[in-house]
């Protein structure tokens, strides 16, 4: 591959906290609880005083539907945990009434993945007729890698893993980004947040509509019960 926007399994700020970051919040782990607390507090409390922490919700992907034109998310402000109350009032009033979920009109990953071929094709590259169907092939075109590893935790986050925790460092035009992915028994969620404290863009949560109120219940004892 040649290009190197994002790399696995690799360090974190979660590092700082934890010797072993990826087996801190293992079933089998006596402080988990504690553990999970704490990292949520790390990685969330900051942003959100700050005013620089947004919610995405996913949504769209379902029955083993992966096709990027297809995902759909909405993006909210938190600045205190009722925002993230009203979020879910929103999506279980939805669900309600047989309403259309809320929807942003931005793509989060069909139109930056055309643009980046449409953009490699100018630059001389011979790219299969395909290619946009198929994620795998996309590190082999710039940005594609990154594409790549967004699309991969977009359907983690939708479809379930194995791994209860993993790293991922990204490098992108606005700076190093850190993708830290929660898989539990509690609830599955991703934090991405520039890698540098002296970064101005946003930090996100991410998670799909249907793990809305495990991860409230979890962000509600981390702050209650710091």
């Known amino acids: 591959m040649p290009y190197t926007e994002a790399k696995e399994h690799v360090p974190g700020r979660l ?14 782990v006596p402080e988990r609880q504690l553990h999970l607390k704490i990292a949520l507090r790390a990685l969330l409390e900051q942003p959100m005083q700050q005013q620089r922490l947004i919610l995405r919700v996913i949504h769209g992907w379902e029955n ?6 297809d995902l759909r998310h909405s993006d909210h402000d938190v600045t205190a945990l009722d925002d993230v109350h009203e979020v879910f009032r929103r999506y279980h009033q939805a669900i309600e009434r047989i309403e259309p979920f809320p929807e942003d009109d931005d793509s989060l990953i069909a139109q930056p993945r055309d643009d980046a071929i449409a953009h490699a094709r100018r630059q001389g590259a011979a790219l299969d007729d395909d290619i946009a169907q198929r994620p795998a092939q996309w590190p082999t075109f710039e940005r594609g890698l990154y594409l790549y590893t967004l699309f991969k935790m977009y359907h983690r986050l939708t479809y379930g893993e194995d791994e209860s925790y993993r790293s991922t460092r990204c490098s992108t035009a606005e700076g190093e980004f850190e993708i ?47």
Not at 15 to 28: G, K, L, M, S, V
């Open 180 to 226: 830290h992915e929660f898989h539990l028994e509690e609830g599955e969620f991703a934090v991405v947040t520039p890698a540098e404290s002296g970064q101005d863009q946003p930090t996100l949560l991410i998670l799909h509509e249907g793990e809305l109120e495990p991860v409230l219940q979890l962000w509600e004892t981390a702050w209650h019960n710091a």
């Open 15 to 28: 590092n700082t906290i934890f010797n072993e970051p990826y087996q801190a919040f293992d079933n089998d």
């Open 64 to 69: 083993g539907n992966d096709d990027p034109v």
